[in-house]
């Protein structure tokens, strides 16, 4: 549902306005705007809701008040120190659209990487029908207090692990745990047994899986690896970004995998990682 809030709104023409709504920077007006009234316009986008900032904004100050810098995430900078009540990082929007878009209709997701839970609230705010577990070391002492205003705020959705994802997603695995949705985002170092590790936790055949930071070299890696064997299928309705973009993340299908191919690429990737890199080098290889 459209929600509405006061504006100032300066013509330029017919189709295109300045919007000023006294948070975020003036913005020029998209095609969903309409004018409703003089000063007076519905809103579309969640993100300029006030509900929706007023339920970031809560999450920023169980942040804030551990007295912890925050680090870097899906709605601000690394070491950002004004976040407490800005609006999120516009640089940043195409990811959390890519987010968005990657569980709608989905049931489960799992994260891995959850940091002050903000692209856990971005997802959970977009889904009301989803169910968020996450998985973090917990090396900042925000993670559980976030944890704690998520659990508050989206009340039976949200289940949480302290630990290495190396440890805790085979432990899930063991427990039968199933997911329709996966977020990768903890350790860079990890991605590819992070992938491989979420593709024995599928629910059916597959599930939607976004990828962070594919702008990196070790990421893009990762992500062009597991699509040569298989193992991700990219949505091209959902792409990465522009070349050369900042803040890139790789949208695809996560296929399950029957268990001896699960082995033997575990095995190959831990003794021979750059058996693995060659590989795609070998002509004719898929
Ligand atoms: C980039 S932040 C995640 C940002 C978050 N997804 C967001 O956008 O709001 C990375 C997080 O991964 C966690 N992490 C690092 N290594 C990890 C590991 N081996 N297992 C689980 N979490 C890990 C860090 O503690 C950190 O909180």
């Known amino acids: 549902m459209p929600t509405e809030k006061r504006v100032t709104v300066t013509a330029i023409d017919e189709h295109i306005a300045i919007i000023t709504d006294g948070i975020g920077p003036p913005q020029l007006q998209w095609p969903e705007l309409r004018a409703t009234g003089r000063g007076h316009i519905a809103v579309d986008d969640v993100e300029r809701s006030d509900d929706w900032l007023q339920g970031l904004w809560r999450l920023n100050a169980a942040i804030s008040a551990t007295g912890q ?39 489960r997701l799992l994260e891995v990487g959850v940091n002050g839970g903000h692209s856990a609230y971005v997802a959970l705010s977009a889904n009301p029908n989803l ?22 705020q989206f009340p039976g959705r949200v289940s949480f692990s302290a630990g290495n994802s190396l440890r805790i997603l085979p432990d899930l695995a063991k427990s039968a745990e199933t997911f329709d949705a996966f977020h990768i985002d903890g350790a860079k170092h990890l991605y590819f047994k992070d992938i491989l590790n979420c593709a024995l936790l599928i629910d059916g055949d597959s599930g939607s899986l976004i990828v962070d930071d594919t702008q990196l070299r070790s990421v893009a890696w990762v992500w062009r690896t597991s699509i040569r064997y298989g193992l991700i299928r990219p949505d091209p309705e959902n792409p990465p970004g522009p070349a050369g973009a900042n803040d890139q993340s790789g949208s695809g299908i996560l296929r399950a995998l029957p268990q001896w191919k699960w082995r033997l690429m575990t095995r190959i990737h831990a003794n021979f990682p750059p058996l693995v890199a060659r590989a795609r080098n070998r002509p004719g290889s898929k």
């Open 69 to 107: 810098p925050l680090y870097g995430n899906l709605c601000y900078d690394d070491l950002q120190d004004d976040y407490l009540t800005r609006p999120p990082n516009p640089a940043t929007r195409p990811k959390r659209d890519r987010l968005r878009a990657a569980i709608a209709g989905r049931t």
């Open 131 to 152: 169910s968020f577990y996450g998985v973090d070391i917990c090396e900042h002492p925000y993670v559980r207090p976030a944890i704690e205003l998520l659990k508050e």
